[in-house]
């Protein structure tokens, strides 16, 4: 399987919500590669975020490629909605409580979007190995989703291993995202690991140099 280039996906998590257009141009002029939105619904996760309404507002503003993470509960109610907003690639947990993983992928694939698959620190990858027709994307936490700026999670390393090799088993081209605790050190952890996608919020956003914090998780 041939090594993918190192993708970016800031967090606007850590931006500044009362700037979210200004912070998505800033992350595009530094050379992001696509822009990660954490949805939070306050039950799946103990913290609150925006919808689909701010993300079809956002998609105006830039061409780069944006990368929704749900963090909710029921996401077969709201993928219409993220779909119709613009959403590039749609991010499902595989422990919400979605009725049906498989038609909602499905469903996402039919949209002509990317369909992605994450899991938490304490699920294993085993899981996602019966999705992996369905899915371009494994999002493998590296912190307790909810919130940003949180210690990454050494223990998580090793499901990064497991899910480029279960994909190599398959030969699939399914991307390895990792979220959560992203910096210049742990960057090099994950992507020697098999990680292909880093989403960083704050590690980018409260750089002093935005273009030299992107560039520093490229290498
Ligand atoms: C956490 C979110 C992450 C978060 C990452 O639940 O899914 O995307 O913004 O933030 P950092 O990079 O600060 O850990
Ligand atoms: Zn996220």
Same mark, same amino acid.
């Given at each position: 399987m041939k090594k993918k280039d190192i993708l970016v996906a800031p967090s606007i998590l850590s931006a500044d919500f009362a700037n979210l257009e200004r912070d998505i141009k800033k992350i595009e002029h530094a050379g992001a590669d696509w822009v990660h939105v954490d949805v939070m619904d306050g039950k799946f996760v103990p913290n609150l975020t925006i919808g689909a309404p701010v993300v079809k507002s956002l998609r105006k503003v830039s061409k780069l490629v944006y990368d929704v993470h749900l963090m909710i509960h029921n996401p077969e109610d709201?993928?219409?909605?993220?779909?119709?907003?613009?959403?590039?690639?749609?991010?499902?947990?595989?422990?919400?409580?979605?009725?049906?993983?498989?038609?909602?992928?499905?469903? +996402?694939?039919?949209?002509?979007?990317?369909?992605g698959l994450s899991i938490k620190p304490k699920t294993p990858v085993s899981v996602i190995a019966e999705y992996l027709d369905l899915i371009d994307l494994i999002l493998i936490m590296t912190v307790e989703p909810g919130f940003g700026g949180q210690k990454f999670m050494t223990s998580c390393v090793p499901k990064i291993t497991?899910?480029?090799?279960? +994909?190599?088993?398959?030969?699939?081209? +399914?991307? +390895?995202?990792?979220d959560g605790g992203i910096n210049t050190e742990t960057a090099k952890i994950v992507v020697n690991a098999g990680a292909n996608v880093l989403v960083a919020g704050s590690y980018v956003y409260n750089a002093t140099n935005i273009k030299e914090a992107i560039d520093s998780l490229k290498f």
């Open positions: 709201f993928i219409d909605a993220f779909i119709k907003a613009g959403s590039d690639i749609i991010t499902l947990h595989y422990e919400s409580d979605c009725k049906n993983l498989n038609d909602t992928l499905e469903y +996402i694939k039919k949209a002509g979007i990317k369909a497991e899910s480029f090799e279960l +994909i190599k088993q398959h030969n699939k081209n +399914i991307d +390895i995202e990792v």
